[in-house]
């Protein structure tokens, strides 16, 4: 039997997802709980096989708290989120979890029992937009820590002078003013500024900038 908590905050749903569950044949509900807080109290002393958790409880977020506490202390829990939201923000916050799986509220019960059974069996039927959305994370943070890698690499080549320019690139100084500051030719900070470039492999300081700020290295320059 497919031992299944059922955390949910809304008493009418969250007796009809018990009553589904009880139906089955191959499932039963191991415990249920209203709050987020419960969940992890009730996860401390009772086991179960997969945990339905809904996101919105006492707080907006206080399902996914949940979920991390919980899975700090067992990292084997299984967790399918079930709720009623669908943004990419609070899918890829509760999917950073470490939770199996995200249903949203509204499907048919025999597809939410495939969810579960699947879930349990390691083989969880993630929805295609859920699946989408979990990629395309994963890919902007591997692009991420690749671009990471290469800007501190870079970093480590440059000079003396080369640190200072863009130090003062990132305070928002335009070259008159970084020539005036560094008290040399105009011509001389366009030069340096084109050895930048190079380096960093962008077409404008303003790209280098931005970059900076997106990997928040901005310290490396003080």
């Given at each position: 039997?497919?031992?299944?908590?059922?955390?949910?905050?809304?008493?009418?749903?969250r007796?009809?997802?018990?009553?589904?569950?009880?139906?089955?044949?191959?499932?039963?509900?191991?415990?249920?709980?209203?709050?987020?807080?419960?969940a992890?109290?009730?996860?401390?002393?009772?086991?179960?096989?997969?945990?339905?958790?809904?996101?919105?409880?006492?707080?907006?977020?206080?399902?996914?708290?949940?979920?991390?506490?919980?899975?700090?202390?067992?990292?084997?829990?299984?967790?399918?989120?079930?709720?009623?939201?669908?943004?990419?923000?609070?899918?890829?916050?509760?999917?950073?979890?470490?939770?199996?799986?995200?249903?949203?509220?509204?499907?048919?019960?025999?597809?939410?029992?495939?969810?579960?059974?699947?879930?349990?069996?390691?083989?969880?039927?993630?929805?295609?937009?859920?699946?989408?959305?979990?990629?395309?994370?994963?890919?902007?943070?591997?692009?991420?820590?690749?671009?990471?890698?290469?800007f501190?690499?870079?970093?480590?080549?440059?000079?003396?002078a080369?640190?200072?320019?863009?130090?003062?690139?990132?305070e928002?100084?335009?070259?008159?003013?970084?020539?005036?500051?560094?008290?040399?030719?105009?011509?001389?900070?366009?030069?340096?500024?084109?050895?930048?470039?190079?380096?960093?492999?962008?077409?404008?300081?303003?790209?280098?900038v931005?970059?900076?700020?997106?990997?928040?290295?901005?310290?490396?320059?003080?």
């Amino acid at each position: 039997m497919i031992q299944v908590a059922v955390v949910e905050d809304f008493d009418l749903i969250r007796e009809d997802l018990c009553e589904l569950i009880g139906r089955q044949g191959d499932m039963e509900v191991a415990w249920q709980v209203s709050s987020g807080q419960a969940a992890v109290e009730h996860a401390r002393k009772e086991q179960a096989d997969i945990i339905l958790m809904d996101i919105e409880m006492e707080t907006v977020n206080a399902g996914i708290v949940a979920t991390e506490q919980i899975r700090e202390r067992n990292p084997e829990q299984k967790v399918v989120f079930l709720t009623v939201h669908e943004t990419n923000s609070v899918i890829i916050a509760a999917m950073g979890t470490g939770a199996v799986d995200y249903v949203v509220k509204g499907c048919s019960e025999e597809e939410l029992l495939n969810h579960i059974r699947n879930a349990y069996a390691g083989k969880p039927v993630m929805e295609a937009r859920i699946q989408e959305t979990v990629m395309r994370e994963y890919s902007r943070l591997q692009r991420s820590e690749k671009s990471l890698m290469f800007f501190i690499n870079n970093v480590s080549q440059l000079t003396t002078a080369e640190r200072e320019l863009v130090k003062l690139l990132l305070e928002g100084k335009k070259v008159r003013e970084i020539a005036q500051i560094r008290c040399v030719e105009m011509i001389t900070v366009k030069t340096q500024i084109k050895g930048l470039l190079r380096k960093f492999g962008c077409a404008r300081t303003k790209e280098i900038v931005v970059m900076i700020q997106e990997l928040n290295i901005s310290h490396l320059f003080r």
